[in-house]
């Protein structure tokens, strides 16, 4: 069964370093997102992309965040300088659509980055 | 007004019992529902899109009422290895938004 693969699994940086985590979606998927998971908290949602640019974003998804698909295959998340702050899980996402029917609008998560800032 | 509620648990059932977790929503223009199980430090997996019909899946029903906006899930004849995190996620537009969770544990 197709799946989100993610790298690395863990990260451990400085503050004020940067970052990239690195997603590839499933392979038919169009739409790609990025979640995080503060320890102990909810997932929150943090940008979704479709067709090369970023269709929506959260008010967490700030000037330090960026994401690029580079190539035909890897979707990547760019933390510019890390804070403290930015410690949590992250997960990529994909789906088919956004919107039609449930079975092709439904998000399948990758394993996700855990991600340190020390 | 938090956007998806869920009662945190935990749920604490001996095998075999059934469970029923609510998820309310605040926004009613939501489109759709899904439930979701994670396990702890893990990615939430789809467990189940809530249809407006309901639906059934082996030990697993989904509901959904629109009107007073929550979304249902009962377990049946539960298993230690349904122990886990069931998320409720409500999807407005694109992004899916989340609630909390809410914690289960099934004892032997």
């Known amino acids: 069964e197709p799946e989100v693969t993610q790298t690395p699994s863990h990260q451990v940086t400085q503050m004020g370093q940067e970052v990239i985590l690195r997603c590839v979606p499933i392979s038919n998927h169009l739409y790609f997102y990025w979640y995080r998971q503060i320890l102990g908290q909810k997932v929150e949602f943090l940008v979704s992309?479709?067709?090369?640019?970023?269709?929506?974003k959260s008010e967490i998804f700030d000037d330090q965040f960026s994401v690029e698909r580079p190539d035909g295959s890897n979707f990547t998340l760019k933390i510019r300088s890390t804070k403290l702050e930015d410690s949590a899980m992250y997960f990529c996402?994909?789906?088919?659509?956004?919107?039609?029917?449930?079975?092709?609008?439904?998000?399948?998560f990758g394993p996700g980055t855990r991600l340190l800032v020390l | 007004r938090k956007e998806v509620e869920q009662d945190p648990g935990p749920f604490n059932v001996p095998e075999g019992a059934t469970v029923a977790f609510n998820c309310t929503y605040s926004?009613?223009?939501?489109?759709?529902f899904f439930w979701y199980r994670q396990d702890c430090r893990k990615e939430p997996k789809l467990l189940m899109s809530v249809y407006s019909s309901g639906n059934e899946d082996g030990r697993f029903t989904a509901q959904l009422n629109r009107a007073s906006q929550y979304i249902s899930l009962l377990i049946r004849d539960s298993k230690l290895s349904d122990s886990a995190t069931y998320l409720c996620?409500?999807?407005?537009?694109?992004?899916?938004?989340f609630g909390k969770g809410t914690r289960l544990s099934v004892i032997a």
């Open positions: 926004n009613s223009a939501s489109q759709s």
């Open positions: 996402a994909s789906s088919e659509v956004s919107g039609g029917t449930l079975v092709r609008e439904t998000q399948y």
């Open positions: 992309f479709y067709n090369n640019e970023i269709s929506e």
């Open positions: 996620a409500v999807n407005i537009g694109t992004p899916l938004v």
